[in-house]
């Protein structure tokens, strides 16, 4: 394995715990309802620059532990960031290609896939929320895109 | 027809293929979540994952924690001051009450004993913070820093000083996990302290109202009755304040009236919380007399009406019938 290729996981690693610390931060009520998903963002920038590095076992895991955190039942999440992070693997070669507004609209796309996971399964077990608020997030997550994306380039071009 | 591969590990030793890693754990998540939320088999193993959610939890929450230490610490004398005023008056208001309600208790104790019953008053009660943390914006819980180490237990009642504040949901060795009563899946069984109408009340996702949906267009209900727990259930004790009705709309051909309460609690602004133990012997009902008595007209009606359903009550009060939906 190469020496960078080491440091390339170990930030992947970090990034993903901090957007999952992130997600139980407590913000003001207005902020909450429309908190992006950085660990999923996280995932999905990693999965895009290098898929090597990012699989899916880590995603799920991620997804897992973020349902632990929010008391949620168990797997909801997983699935979600589970279905995105494979849609990502499948897309990657494709998106990586496209400008920035266009990767941006992609992402929105996935964050749709990941809510709508989430709104689902919440309707199956019987926790149904029904407001329009609830995909709030597919849009600030795909407004964030662009940021995510410059910050996680000058990481990685500086540890390169 | 050759396709490329959309997979682009290297060939050697890249692992299973990523479809397989997908059906795999998809299966895995699902499986999941019918094993946690149809049965209870994961129980066990969401105890000790929590172990590993907990410490991140505490971690969230010590800035916000330190924060309020420091400007507890360093808050300037005259703010003190007032407030040590405007809380020795409040003492001594309180501990004039507390006179003669000392002696209504007693009272009250001498006559359950007579016949045979003291459940429903809180025995023990335990001090627990709220942790800084944002669970779900669509869901009113909390995670409080007690648990089983603490003998915290499920569906254990939580209150607050102004009244009832929600029941555990999940216990962690070190955490619980709290429903308000204002979540929208939360129904507690109340009584009009004015009336004795008996009713549930239901939250509705909002921290400032509840629902009272089973009304009938004729019941005794009026804005500003205090609705207070009967302790049918056994989650909650008895004769807590929950909430206070603020709107009563009745159109006379439904049959049931539209009724609105706001909690007593403050659902959303609350640091601590008391975790109560209590012996929830057989539900009775009748006039309860823990919350301050108020010697009014309406007396005689409230006898009148809390005499009415007295056999109904036991059948109707599964163990946990105000847990979540």
Redesign the interface.
Same mark, same amino acid.
């Given at each position: 394995m190469k020496p960078g290729n080491f440091t390339r996981r170990l930030l992947y690693w970090a990034s993903v715990a901090a957007g999952l610390v992130l997600a139980i931060v407590p913000l003001p009520a207005w902020l909450d309802v429309v908190r992006p998903d950085l660990a999923l963002l996280a995932i999905l920038y990693w999965i895009l620059t290098s898929p090597r590095i990012a699989g899916l076992g880590y995603a799920w895991l991620a997804g897992l532990f973020l349902d632990v955190l929010r008391g949620m039942t168990l797997g909801q999440h997983a699935l979600g960031f589970l279905v995105v992070a494979f849609l990502a693997h499948r897309l990657q070669l494709r998106m990586r290609m496209f400008p920035i507004l266009h990767q941006a609209a992609s992402v929105m796309l996935l964050l749709g896939v990941y809510h709508f996971v989430i709104f689902w399964t919440d309707g199956l077990t019987g926790h149904g929320y029904t407001g329009w608020n609830r995909w709030l997030p597919v849009l600030t997550g795909a407004l964030l895109w662009p940021l995510i994306v410059a910050a996680g380039d000058s990481v990685t071009r500086r540890s390169r | 027809m050759v396709e490329l591969s959309?997979? &682009?590990?290297?060939i050697i030793g890249r #692992?299973p293929p =990523?479809v397989a &890693? %997908?059906v795999t /754990?998809?299966a +895995?998540?699902?499986? =999941?979540?019918v094993? @946690? @939320?149809r049965y209870a088999h =994961?129980d066990r193993?969401?105890h000790w /994952?929590?172990a #590993? +959610?907990y410490p *991140?939890?505490v971690? *969230?929450d010590t800035p %916000?924690r330190a924060w309020n230490w420091l400007t507890d610490s360093f808050a300037d004398r005259s703010r003190l001051r007032q407030e040590n005023l405007e809380l020795t008056a409040r003492l001594r208001l309180a501990n004039l009450q507390l006179q003669r309600f000392a002696a209504l208790e007693d009272e009250n104790r001498r006559l359950r004993d007579m016949r045979e019953n003291s459940a429903g008053i809180a025995e023990r009660v335990l001090v627990s913070s709220i942790l800084? *943390? @944002? =669970?779900?914006? %669509?869901?009113h819980?909390i *995670?409080v820093d007690k648990g089983s180490e603490d003998g915290v237990f499920k569906g254990q009642a939580v209150l607050d000083g102004e009244g009832i504040f929600g029941q555990v &949901?999940?216990v962690h060795s070190h955490s619980a $996990?709290v429903i308000l009563i204002s979540d +929208?899946?939360h129904a507690i069984p109340v009584q009009s302290n004015r009336s004795g109408v008996r009713t549930i009340a239901v939250g509705t #996702?909002d921290s400032s109202k509840l629902s009272l949906p089973f009304v009938t267009v004729e019941s005794d209900i009026q804005p500003g009755d205090l609705l207070i727990s009967t302790g049918i259930g056994g989650v909650f004790p008895r004769g807590y304040p929950v909430a206070e009705v603020t709107r009563v709309e009745r159109t006379p051909a439904a049959t049931f009236a539209l009724v609105d309460a706001r909690p007593t609690a403050n659902l959303d602004r609350e640091r601590e919380v008391l975790l109560v133990w209590f012996d929830p012997a057989d539900p009775e009902v009748e006039e309860s007399a823990t919350t301050a008595a108020e010697p009014t007209a309406a007396d005689g009606q409230a006898e009148a009406a809390s005499g009415t359903p007295p056999v109904a009550a036991p059948a109707a009060a599964p163990p946990e019938s105000g847990a979540g $939906?």
């Amino acid at each position: 394995m190469k020496p960078g290729n080491f440091t390339r996981r170990l930030l992947y690693w970090a990034s993903v715990a901090a957007g999952l610390v992130l997600a139980i931060v407590p913000l003001p009520a207005w902020l909450d309802v429309v908190r992006p998903d950085l660990a999923l963002l996280a995932i999905l920038y990693w999965i895009l620059t290098s898929p090597r590095i990012a699989g899916l076992g880590y995603a799920w895991l991620a997804g897992l532990f973020l349902d632990v955190l929010r008391g949620m039942t168990l797997g909801q999440h997983a699935l979600g960031f589970l279905v995105v992070a494979f849609l990502a693997h499948r897309l990657q070669l494709r998106m990586r290609m496209f400008p920035i507004l266009h990767q941006a609209a992609s992402v929105m796309l996935l964050l749709g896939v990941y809510h709508f996971v989430i709104f689902w399964t919440d309707g199956l077990t019987g926790h149904g929320y029904t407001g329009w608020n609830r995909w709030l997030p597919v849009l600030t997550g795909a407004l964030l895109w662009p940021l995510i994306v410059a910050a996680g380039d000058s990481v990685t071009r500086r540890s390169r | 027809m050759v396709e490329l591969s959309h997979d &682009t590990r290297p060939i050697i030793g890249r #692992g299973p293929p =990523l479809v397989a &890693t %997908f059906v795999t /754990l998809a299966a +895995a998540s699902i499986a =999941l979540m019918v094993a @946690d @939320d149809r049965y209870a088999h =994961l129980d066990r193993v969401r105890h000790w /994952l929590s172990a #590993g +959610a907990y410490p *991140v939890q505490v971690a *969230v929450d010590t800035p %916000f924690r330190a924060w309020n230490w420091l400007t507890d610490s360093f808050a300037d004398r005259s703010r003190l001051r007032q407030e040590n005023l405007e809380l020795t008056a409040r003492l001594r208001l309180a501990n004039l009450q507390l006179q003669r309600f000392a002696a209504l208790e007693d009272e009250n104790r001498r006559l359950r004993d007579m016949r045979e019953n003291s459940a429903g008053i809180a025995e023990r009660v335990l001090v627990s913070s709220i942790l800084n *943390v @944002d =669970l779900d914006p %669509f869901r009113h819980r909390i *995670v409080v820093d007690k648990g089983s180490e603490d003998g915290v237990f499920k569906g254990q009642a939580v209150l607050d000083g102004e009244g009832i504040f929600g029941q555990v &949901t999940r216990v962690h060795s070190h955490s619980a $996990e709290v429903i308000l009563i204002s979540d +929208a899946e939360h129904a507690i069984p109340v009584q009009s302290n004015r009336s004795g109408v008996r009713t549930i009340a239901v939250g509705t #996702g909002d921290s400032s109202k509840l629902s009272l949906p089973f009304v009938t267009v004729e019941s005794d209900i009026q804005p500003g009755d205090l609705l207070i727990s009967t302790g049918i259930g056994g989650v909650f004790p008895r004769g807590y304040p929950v909430a206070e009705v603020t709107r009563v709309e009745r159109t006379p051909a439904a049959t049931f009236a539209l009724v609105d309460a706001r909690p007593t609690a403050n659902l959303d602004r609350e640091r601590e919380v008391l975790l109560v133990w209590f012996d929830p012997a057989d539900p009775e009902v009748e006039e309860s007399a823990t919350t301050a008595a108020e010697p009014t007209a309406a007396d005689g009606q409230a006898e009148a009406a809390s005499g009415t359903p007295p056999v109904a009550a036991p059948a109707a009060a599964p163990p946990e019938s105000g847990a979540g $939906e």
